[in-house]
């Protein structure tokens, strides 16, 4: 079995307007926080395929982790946090997280 972990934002308007390509560009160094080396197998931040389907969520964070322990190391690890309250929640207007296992 394997963990996947997946967030929805609504990025804000302002941000889509001016400054999205540094947004997403910010995102992606979360690949580079020590805890996302050593418990993720896979990342990947996109935006959805269908906008109509999506009810105002326009960017999304899908990642698998091998194990549930993993997964909630991953979740409070400060650093972790820390990339949330610098670079995600000042620049969305909403977040949805979700976790499974499959």
Request: proline fraction near 3%; hydrophobic fraction near 40%.
């Amino acid at each position: 079995m394997v963990y996947v972990h997946i967030v929805l934002v609504k990025v804000k308007q302002q941000v889509l307007s001016n400054g999205f390509e540094e947004f997403k560009a910010r995102l992606e160094t979360l690949r580079d926080l020590q805890v996302t080396k050593e418990e993720v197998l896979q990342l990947k931040w996109g935006p959805p395929v269908w906008d109509a389907r999506a009810h105002g969520f326009n960017y999304g964070l899908y990642t698998v982790f091998r194990t549930r322990e993993g997964l909630e190391r991953y979740k409070e690890d400060n650093d972790h946090k820390d990339f949330a309250k610098m670079n995600l929640i000042p620049n969305v207007d909403d977040v949805l997280a979700y976790d499974l296992e499959v």
